[in-house]
C-alpha cells in the first residue's frame, strides 16, 4: 500500500504520459516502421482461441438467421439476381464481340498460365475488423502455413485482398474493398493499366472504383475483364478483380475513372485461399516473362 | 488487483466479441462498438484512470490487430475513457439515461475522429454520406447496445470493487 501512495499520480498526469506514449509510437510508426509484432503474437495466443471458437458459435447464429430469411430477402435476392443477368448479358454481348482478339491476345499475354499454377493454401476468417470504417479481417493460417506479408488473397474466382500482416498462426488481410486499398489493374483486352481503389461510399451496392486508365480510342466497353497488372509489385499477374460496370472521365479528362463489379461476396465471406507465392519472389526467377509487355508505368499500390 | 483483473477480461472479451458474434449479426454491416460502452461505462463508474486505463487497452488490442497505426485508437479510446471520467460520482447509479447520451456523445466523437483523422486527410470529402451511413447508425446501435448491457457492467463492477478502491471512494467524498 506504501508503494502505491509514493507512485501516485493525478488522472490528468497519467492521461499526458499515456498521451505521449501514443503519440511516440505513432510517430515511430512513421519515421522507423516501428510495428506491433511482438505485441500482436503475445495478445494472439491468448485472443485468438477464443474468437476461433466464438466464430464457430456466430457462424451457427448465421445459420439460423438464414432459415429465418422472408420473402423479403427472396425478393431483393431476385432483384440483385436480375441486375446480374443484366450485367452478364452485357458482358456477354461484349465478351462476344472481343473472342477473336482475346484469344490472340491470351496466346500473347500467356494468360492461361493464370493463377492456377501458384501453390495455395486455404484458411477461414475467424473475426473481423471491430470498426465499421475498414474491412479487414484475421484468418487463421500464418508463416507457419507459408503465408507471408503480401501474400495475395482469393475466393472462388476473384482478388479478395492481400495480407498486411503475418504472425506464427493467423494473419490479417486486407480486402481490396477497403477504403485505403489500392490496386493495380489492367483490363484483358487492351492491357491497359489503372488503379483500382476500395471505396465506402460504393461498399454497399458490391462495388470498387477505378481511375486513370488510359483509353484513347474508347475502346474499353462495360462489361470488360479486369485483372492484375503486370506493373504491380505486389500482387501477381492475372488475378481477376472484377468486370467494368459503368466508365467515366476522370477529372483530368484524359484517364477513365468508373466502377467495378467484382465477383466475391464480402460481406459473407467465410473461407479463403492464400497463395504463398510472392510477386517479389516471382520476380526474380521470372522476369523475362513480365517485360515482354508495355505498359505505362502508372503510380503502383499505396 | 481483482478489479484490474476483471476489468482486463472484459476488455478482453469485449473485444472478440466484438469482432466475431457481433460481425456475424450486425445489421446492415453496422457493428456495435463495444468497446466504447465499456471505457464509457467504466469512465462513469470508477472515475477518470479506470477510463484512461480502459480505454487505452481497449485501443491498443484494435491497434495491434488492426490498426495501420500503431497507437491511434489506443489514444482515442484513452480520451473517451478520461472525458467519461468527468461524471464519476455525479451521476454514479444505475439510471439509464446518462451513460446512454455519454455513450452518444463518445461514439459521435470517435466517429468523427476517424473520419476527420483517417478519412478526411485522403480527401474523403463526402461527409454527408458518411454521417449518415456509419456514425450515425453506429451510434444508435451502440446506444441500444448500451441500455442492454450497462446494468450488466454494473453488477459486473460492484462485485469486483476493491475493498481499498472503496476506501478511497470516502476520502473522495470528505475532500
Redesign the interface.
Known sequence: ?KKKQQFYLK?KH??VL??L??????A??FSAG???QG??EM??T??IP??KA??T???F??EV?KDFEDKQALQDENEKLKEKIETLTTENNALIQQQGELARLKELYELDQEYSQYPKVMAKI?????????N?F?IDKGTADGIQKDANVLAGTGLVGIV?EASSHWS?VRAIID??SNVSAMTTSSSDTCVIEGD??L??EGKLRFSQLYDEEDKIQVGERMITSNISDKFLEGIFVGYISEITFDDNNLTKAGTIVSPVDF?HLREVLVITTLKQNLGTGNTADEQTQEGEPEPDEE | MKSKIMLLVMIVSCFFLQCTLFKSISLASITPNLLLILCVSMGLMRGKKSGIFVGFFSGLLIDVFYGTLPGFYALLYMYIGYLSGFFYKIYYDNTLRVPAAMVAVGDLFYGLAVYGLQFLLRSRLNFGFYLMRIIIPELLVTVIWTVILYRFFYQINHRFQDTDRKERNTIWLVK
Open positions: 500500500m488522472s497519467i492521461l499515456m498521451t506514449l501514443c503519440v511516440s509510437m505513432i515511430a510508426a516501428f510495428s506491433t505485441m500482436r495478445a494472439g491468448v485472443v477464443f474468437e466464438i466464430n458459435i456466430g457462424g447464429l448465421v438467421q475467424i473475426s473481423k475488423d471491430p470498426g465499421n470504417w475498414y479487414t484475421i498486411t490479417t477504403d485505403s465506402l461510399q461498399i454497399d460481406r
